[in-house]
C-alpha cells in the first residue's frame, strides 16, 4: 500500500484528511469489530467508548486525555458544534491503529532478504544502497531511529522515490509519501486543535491513519519547495522531524498528546540542495542520486521498462522487442534528462502500439533503429557537438546540466573594437569565469605565444 499526500490547499469544498465522511472510526485492517461502529450519543455511547480505552496500545497520556475529553463531551449538548466535533475527534483517536506495528525481517536471513531485495531492486547505485542498508542494520539493533535522517537528492527520475519504496517493500512496511511543496506553516505537518471549526489532523498523522500502521516508511518530497514568505514556515516542525533524538515525542495538535514516531523508517527527498533551508540541511544526511549514465539507462530499459510495460498492458515477450541499437538511439536522440521518466514514457508508447497491433490480429511490434521516426517521430535532442580534431577559435567546455553532463563549443570571433569581451548565449557565472580567465592566460604569456602587446587594445572579442 502506498499513499500520496499534498500540502497543498484542496480544490474542492473542504474535507477531512484522514476520517470518512461519516461519524464513524476507521475500520481495522483485519476485519470489522466493535470500534467499526458509529459513536452515537447517551451514556451508552460513553461507556462504550471507556471500555475501549482499555484495550492495550493505547499511550497512557493520551487515555488520560480522551477521559478528559469524553467528560467535557458528556457536559455538552449533543448537537452543539463543539459535541459534534468532539465525537468525530474520538472516533478517529480510537480507531488510529495502535496496536498495527508491522514487523520487520529479523535475524541474519531476515536482513539478507532485505539486501537482496534492495539489490534487485535499483541498476548500479551501490554506494546509496550500502549506506541505507547500513541504516536499517543500525535501527534493527536498536529498535528505534538514530543517528540523522537520511536526504535522496538528485533531479527529477533517478529513482529517489522508487527507493524510498522499495525499502519499504524489503521491510514489508507501509509506504506514504508526503509532498511539501507549497508548505507554509507548521499547522500542515502539526495539525491544528479539533477545538477549533476547521480543525484537522497534521499531514503525518493523517498518512499514518490512512495507511493503518504506527510505523510504515515516510518519505517527506520536494523539500526544497517549501514556500517562504512572511506568513510562516514550517522548519520548526521540520527540525523535529529531523532528529531523532525528539522523534518520540512529536505532538499532532489535533491528537493533542505526544505521538511516538521513532517507529517510522523517515526520509527525506529534493532536487536542488541549494534550496534546501540551511538549518535543515544540517539536521540531514546528504545521499546524492546522480544521473544515470547511457549503459545505466540501457540496463533499466531492458531490465525493467521494458518488462513491466509488457506486463501492464498483457502482452508476451515476443509482441514488443526493441533492439539495443533502437534503444541507445531513444536514450540519445529522444530524450534529454538525468533520470528515466521520458525513457519510461516512450516505452510505454511502444508498448502500447504494440498491444494495438495484437488486437487488430498482428503480430505486435519488432522495433529497430530505422523505426523509431516513424513510431516516436522525430529525435528532440542533438548529440553532443564535438571535434574530430583541434581547431582555431573553438574550444569544446564541460558543462553540468539538470539533464546531466554535455559538451559546449565554444567559438571566439575577433573584429575590430577597443578591447572588449562579449558573450553571447544563456552562460553562466563559471563560464563566463573560463572565458575571462583564458584571455587574461593569453595576454600574460603574449610573449611566449607570439601575440603583440597592444594587439587587445583594438580588437572586440
Given at each position: 500500500?502506498?499513499?500520496?499526500?499534498?500540502?497543498?490547499?484542496?480544490?474542492?469544498?473542504?474535507?477531512?484528511?484522514?476520517?470518512?465522511?461519516?461519524?464513524?472510526?476507521?475500520?481495522?485492517?483485519?476485519?470489522?469489530?466493535?470500534?467499526?461502529?458509529?459513536?452515537?450519543?447517551?451514556?451508552?455511547?460513553?461507556?462504550?467508548?471507556?471500555?475501549?480505552?482499555?484495550?492495550?496500545?493505547?499511550?497512557?497520556?493520551?487515555?488520560?486525555?480522551?477521559?478528559?475529553?469524553?467528560?467535557?463531551?458528556?457536559?455538552?449538548?449533543?448537537?452543539?458544534?463543539?459535541?459534534?466535533?468532539?465525537?468525530?475527534?474520538?472516533?478517529?483517536?480510537?480507531?488510529?491503529?495502535?496496536?498495527?506495528?508491522?514487523?520487520?525481517?529479523?535475524?541474519?536471513?531476515?536482513?539478507?532478504?532485505?539486501?537482496?531485495?534492495?539489490?534487485?531492486?535499483?541498476?548500479?547505485?551501490?554506494?546509496?544502497?550500502?549506506?541505507?542498508?547500513?541504516?536499517?542494520?543500525?535501527?534493527?539493533?536498536?529498535?528505534?531511529?538514530?543517528?540523522?535522517?537520511?536526504?535522496?537528492?538528485?533531479?527529477?527520475?533517478?529513482?529517489?522515490?522508487?527507493?524510498?519504496?522499495?525499502?519499504?517493500?524489503?521491510?514489508?512496511?507501509?509506504?506514504?509519501?508526503?509532498?511539501?511543496?507549497?508548505?507554509?506553516?507548521?499547522?500542515?505537518?502539526?495539525?491544528?486543535?479539533?477545538?477549533?471549526?476547521?480543525?484537522?489532523?497534521?499531514?503525518?498523522?493523517?498518512?499514518?491513519?490512512?495507511?493503518?500502521?504506527?510505523?510504515?516508511?515516510?518519505?517527506?518530497?520536494?523539500?526544497?519547495?517549501?514556500?517562504?514568505?512572511?506568513?510562516?514556515?514550517?522548519?520548526?516542525?521540520?527540525?523535529?522531524?529531523?532528529?531523532?533524538?525528539?522523534?518520540?515525542?512529536?505532538?499532532?495538535?489535533?491528537?493533542?498528546?505526544?505521538?511516538?514516531?521513532?517507529?517510522?523508517?523517515?526520509?527525506?527527498?529534493?532536487?536542488?540542495?541549494?534550496?534546501?533551508?540551511?538549518?535543515?540541511?544540517?539536521?540531514?544526511?546528504?545521499?546524492?542520486?546522480?544521473?544515470?549514465?547511457?549503459?545505466?539507462?540501457?540496463?533499466?530499459?531492458?531490465?525493467?521498462?521494458?518488462?513491466?510495460?509488457?506486463?501492464?498492458?498483457?502482452?508476451?515477450?515476443?509482441?514488443?522487442?526493441?533492439?539495443?541499437?533502437?534503444?541507445r538511439q531513444i536514450v540519445r536522440r529522444h530524450t534529454e534528462e538525468a533520470g528515466v521518466r521520458q525513457l519510461q514514457r516512450l516505452v510505454d508508447a511502444l508498448s502500447r502500439k504494440a498491444a494495438l497491433s495484437v488486437v487488430r490480429g498482428g503480430r505486435g511490434l519488432y522495433v529497430r533503429q530505422p523505426d523509431l521516426a516513424e513510431l516516436l517521430g522525430p529525435p528532440q535532442a542533438d548529440e553532443d557537438l564535438h571535434l574530430d580534431r583541434p581547431a582555431l577559435g573553438i574550444a569544446t567546455a564541460l558543462a553540468w546540466t539538470a539533464a546531466g553532463g554535455a559538451l559546449l563549443p565554444v567559438e571566439i570571433l575577433a573584429m575590430p573594437g577597443a578591447g572588449r569581451?562579449?558573450?553571447?548565449?544563456?552562460?553562466?557565472?563559471?563560464?563566463?569565469?573560463?572565458?575571462?580567465?583564458?584571455?587574461?592566460?593569453?595576454?600574460?604569456?603574449?610573449?611566449?605565444?607570439?601575440?603583440?602587446?597592444?594587439?587587445?587594445?583594438?580588437?572586440?572579442?
Amino acid at each position: 500500500m502506498a499513499l500520496r499526500l499534498h500540502s497543498g490547499p484542496p480544490s474542492g469544498p473542504k474535507s477531512h484528511p484522514a476520517l470518512p465522511v461519516t461519524l464513524s472510526p476507521l475500520p481495522a485492517r483485519g476485519g470489522r469489530d466493535d470500534s467499526d461502529a458509529p459513536l452515537p450519543t447517551g451514556p451508552a455511547a460513553f461507556e462504550r467508548a471507556r471500555l475501549r480505552l482499555q484495550r492495550p496500545g493505547l499511550p497512557a497520556a493520551l487515555r488520560h486525555h480522551v477521559e478528559r475529553e469524553l467528560e467535557l463531551l458528556q457536559s455538552l449538548p449533543s448537537t452543539s458544534p463543539l459535541a459534534v466535533r468532539g465525537r468525530h475527534w474520538l472516533a478517529w483517536v480510537l480507531a488510529l491503529p495502535w496496536r498495527n506495528v508491522q514487523r520487520d525481517p529479523r535475524g541474519t536471513e531476515g536482513f539478507a532478504h532485505v539486501t537482496r531485495a534492495l539489490e534487485r531492486s535499483h541498476a548500479g547505485r551501490n554506494e546509496i544502497k550500502e549506506r541505507i542498508i547500513e541504516f536499517l542494520a543500525v535501527r534493527q539493533l536498536s529498535g528505534r531511529s538514530r543517528g540523522t535522517v537520511l536526504c535522496l537528492l538528485g533531479p527529477p527520475g533517478v529513482g529517489k522515490t522508487s527507493m524510498a519504496r522499495s525499502v519499504a517493500a524489503a521491510l514489508g512496511r507501509e509506504f506514504v509519501e508526503i509532498s511539501l511543496a507549497g508548505l507554509h506553516g507548521e499547522e500542515a505537518l502539526r495539525g491544528s486543535s479539533y477545538h477549533r471549526e476547521e480543525g484537522e489532523p497534521g499531514l503525518l498523522m493523517a498518512g499514518i491513519a490512512r495507511a493503518r500502521s504506527l510505523n510504515p516508511v515516510l518519505l517527506l518530497d520536494d523539500l526544497d519547495q517549501l514556500a517562504r514568505g512572511e506568513s510562516g514556515n514550517a522548519n520548526g516542525a521540520l527540525l523535529e522531524l529531523f532528529d531523532p533524538a525528539r522523534h518520540a515525542a512529536f505532538v499532532d495538535h489535533y491528537l493533542g498528546a505526544p505521538f511516538d514516531l521513532s517507529r517510522c523508517v523517515i526520509f527525506a527527498a529534493a532536487s536542488d540542495a541549494t534550496a534546501i533551508p540551511a538549518p535543515l540541511a544540517e539536521r540531514l544526511e546528504i545521499l546524492e542520486f546522480p544521473g544515470y549514465t547511457e549503459t545505466e539507462k540501457l540496463q533499466i530499459a531492458a531490465e525493467h521498462l521494458l518488462p513491466a510495460a509488457r506486463e501492464r498492458d498483457g502482452l508476451a515477450e515476443h509482441h514488443l522487442s526493441i533492439t539495443r541499437a533502437a534503444l541507445r538511439q531513444i536514450v540519445r536522440r529522444h530524450t534529454e534528462e538525468a533520470g528515466v521518466r521520458q525513457l519510461q514514457r516512450l516505452v510505454d508508447a511502444l508498448s502500447r502500439k504494440a498491444a494495438l497491433s495484437v488486437v487488430r490480429g498482428g503480430r505486435g511490434l519488432y522495433v529497430r533503429q530505422p523505426d523509431l521516426a516513424e513510431l516516436l517521430g522525430p529525435p528532440q535532442a542533438d548529440e553532443d557537438l564535438h571535434l574530430d580534431r583541434p581547431a582555431l577559435g573553438i574550444a569544446t567546455a564541460l558543462a553540468w546540466t539538470a539533464a546531466g553532463g554535455a559538451l559546449l563549443p565554444v567559438e571566439i570571433l575577433a573584429m575590430p573594437g577597443a578591447g572588449r569581451s562579449v558573450l553571447t548565449g544563456s552562460v553562466g557565472d563559471v563560464l563566463r569565469e573560463s572565458v575571462q580567465t583564458a584571455i587574461s592566460y593569453v595576454r600574460t604569456q603574449f610573449k611566449s605565444l607570439g601575440v603583440r602587446e597592444d594587439a587587445f587594445e583594438h580588437i572586440d572579442l
